[in-house]
């Protein structure tokens, strides 16, 4: 019996589990439209005002400056594991300057976008 099999089968399994699950739910589930679930919600509280309106989202900056800011960490740990085993002084000088060099090069990217503003969560008018 050939390696791939049981991984093959497996996908089988589960793609059929899968479809028969969303399948068996459609069938199910009661039918019956009721007003008040197409109403928007809000921690009930009944909506006030025109909901349809534009807001500012400025979050998924700081999103993406979360990931690269969380990548830093992905490359400080093993550096600082390789940084460990190092014996000489030399080598060490020249880790921690690279190392050095790179925080500094994060931390001015974090300066850049705190003056581009995208920190300032403040609605402003005009």
Do not use: C
């Amino acid at each position: 019996m050939p390696n791939y099999i049981g991984p093959v089968l497996m996908a089988v399994v589960i793609t059929v589990f899968a479809v028969a699950s969303l399948v068996g739910a459609g069938i199910l589930r009661p039918h019956r439209d009721v007003g008040a679930k197409l109403e928007a919600y809000e921690s009930g509280m009944p909506a006030t005002g025109d909901t349809r309106g534009q807001h500012q989202v400025k979050f998924y900056m700081v999103a993406m400056l979360f990931v690269a800011f969380d990548l830093e960490l992905v490359f400080l740990y093993p550096w600082a594991v390789h940084f460990a085993s190092l014996t000489e002084l030399g080598e060490k000088l020249y880790m921690a300057g690279l190392m050095t060099l790179f925080v500094v090069f994060l931390a001015v990217a974090d300066l850049v976008a705190w003056k581009m503003g995208v920190f300032d969560w403040a609605v402003h008018e005009g």
